[in-house]
């Protein structure tokens, strides 16, 4: 293996389980045994490490994603919400094929990104993966018109919490199926489990909501 793949090996592990903020590069290059000037040599930056160890999954995924959600905009039938998140099944799932835990690891990366206060990373994802985000908002608009942008952000911004601690928490849920209901889950029956949820939250009815200072 090279030693850019080992240095990226090993920091997407510890950014998945520590955090971006929370891993130094000592501790990358000490687990991908490498020297610091490595890590200087093939990134330059801890900030430009960040966004390669993102850019393998988003490589990955953006392409079928967008396939998926395009599909679903140019479809003859308005899409259920359900629908809609169900496209992101078959891509997520498939970076377990890329990499070993690479649907858990991703998605609790893509958590850090919002937690750790890494605004340039949202910043780079939006910019870098435009027709993902894009084909995406399209798509929940084509389901549920009535929402407006702000609503989409605010409900979208709950969705990843849901979906990110979960998936933070996959194996333990793995752990209680089996152990208190007797059923056996797999990290796929933990994503189609939370799509039904994460549908119905984001199509709920529209309140108007009062400012504290009027009530």
Same mark, same amino acid.
């Given at each position: 293996?090279?030693?850019? !793949?080992?240095?990226?090996?090993?920091?997407?592990? %510890?950014?998945?389980?520590?955090?971006?903020?929370?891993?130094? #590069?000592?501790?990358?290059?000490?687990?991908?045994?490498?020297?610091? *000037? @490595?890590?200087?040599?093939?990134?330059?930056? =801890?900030?430009?490490?960040?966004?390669?160890?993102?850019?393998?999954?988003?490589?990955?995924?953006?392409?079928?994603?967008?396939?998926?959600?395009?599909?679903?905009?140019?479809?003859? %039938? =308005?899409?259920?919400?359900?629908?809609?998140?169900? *496209? &992101?099944? $078959?891509?997520?799932?498939?970076?377990?094929?890329?990499?070993?835990?690479?649907?858990?690891?991703?998605?609790? #990366?893509?958590?850090?990104?919002?937690?750790?206060?890494?605004?340039? %990373?949202?910043?780079? #994802?939006?910019?870098?993966?435009?027709? /993902?985000?894009? !084909? &995406?908002?399209?798509? /929940?608009?084509? @389901?549920?018109?009535?929402?407006?942008?702000?609503?989409? &952000?605010?409900?979208?911004?709950?969705?990843?919490?849901?979906?990110? &601690?979960?998936?933070?928490?996959?194996?333990?849920?793995?752990?209680?199926?089996?152990?208190?209901?007797?059923?056996?889950?797999?990290?796929?029956? /933990?994503?189609?489990?939370?799509?039904?949820?994460?549908?119905? $939250?984001?199509?709920?009815?529209?309140?108007?909501?009062?400012? #504290?200072?009027?009530?």
């Amino acid at each position: 293996m090279s030693t850019k !793949n080992k240095i990226l090996d090993a920091a997407d592990v %510890l950014f998945a389980n520590k955090g971006f903020n929370g891993t130094s #590069l000592r501790e990358i290059t000490s687990q991908a045994n490498v020297n610091l *000037a @490595a890590v200087n040599y093939h990134f330059g930056s =801890k900030k430009e490490l960040i966004k390669a160890v993102m850019s393998r999954y988003m490589d990955e995924l953006s392409p079928r994603l967008e396939s998926a959600l395009s599909l679903i905009c140019q479809a003859e %039938l =308005k899409p259920t919400l359900h629908e809609v998140f169900s *496209a &992101f099944i $078959g891509p997520l799932l498939h970076l377990n094929d890329f990499k070993e835990n690479g649907t858990s690891t991703f998605l609790q #990366l893509l958590g850090r990104g919002y937690t750790d206060s890494q605004g340039f %990373l949202r910043w780079f #994802l939006t910019t870098q993966y435009p027709d /993902v985000f894009t !084909n &995406f908002t399209k798509a /929940v608009n084509i @389901a549920y018109p009535e929402l407006t942008a702000e609503e989409i &952000f605010w409900r979208l911004h709950f969705t990843m919490g849901t979906i990110v &601690f979960t998936m933070s928490s996959s194996e333990a849920l793995i752990d209680i199926a089996q152990n208190d209901f007797d059923n056996e889950l797999d990290i796929a029956g /933990v994503i189609e489990r939370v799509i039904p949820y994460v549908a119905a $939250g984001v199509g709920a009815p529209i309140t108007n909501i009062e400012p #504290l200072s009027l009530r």
